[in-house]
């Protein structure tokens, strides 16, 4: 059984800064997109920023030049530095892996971890 959990979310004023980790376990032969996504109260998840194998990365338009995503592949985690945090960040934010079994190496599979409350307010 893979899981995926996330830490590092909180309360933290305008403009302030939050670093969310995500960590996978279980019989993982391979670790492809790692990604961040978010869902407000009200509204649909959407992603955040992703960071694949090769290490390219993509940012959605409200994260780009406050975020940064990283990973450390060895350890499975995935990072999500966020600075000059706004209200409208508030969110829960889940962490996302494609990736594939040790038994079936070849086929994809998809994990989500059970999020992270994010909440920016003064």
């Known amino acids: 059984q893979v899981q995926l959990v996330e830490s590092g979310g909180g309360l933290v004023q305008p403009g302030g800064s939050l670093r969310l980790s995500c960590t996978a376990s279980g019989p993982i032969a391979n670790i492809y997109t790692m990604a961040w996504y978010r869902q407000a109260p009200g509204n649909q998840r959407e992603p955040v920023a992703r960071?694949?194998?090769?290490?390219?990365?993509f940012y959605s338009d409200s994260a780009t030049g406050r975020f940064t995503i990283s990973r450390d592949s060895g350890a499975k985690m995935v990072f999500l530095q966020m600075s000059r945090l706004k209200p409208e960040d508030t969110a829960v934010y889940f962490c996302?892996?494609?990736?594939?079994?040790?038994?079936?190496?070849?086929?994809?599979?998809?994990?989500w971890g059970q999020g992270t409350q994010v909440t920016v307010s003064a």
């Open positions: 960071i694949t194998s090769e290490g390219n990365i």
């Open positions: 996302h892996i494609d990736g594939s079994l040790t038994s079936r190496p070849f086929v994809h599979e998809y994990w």
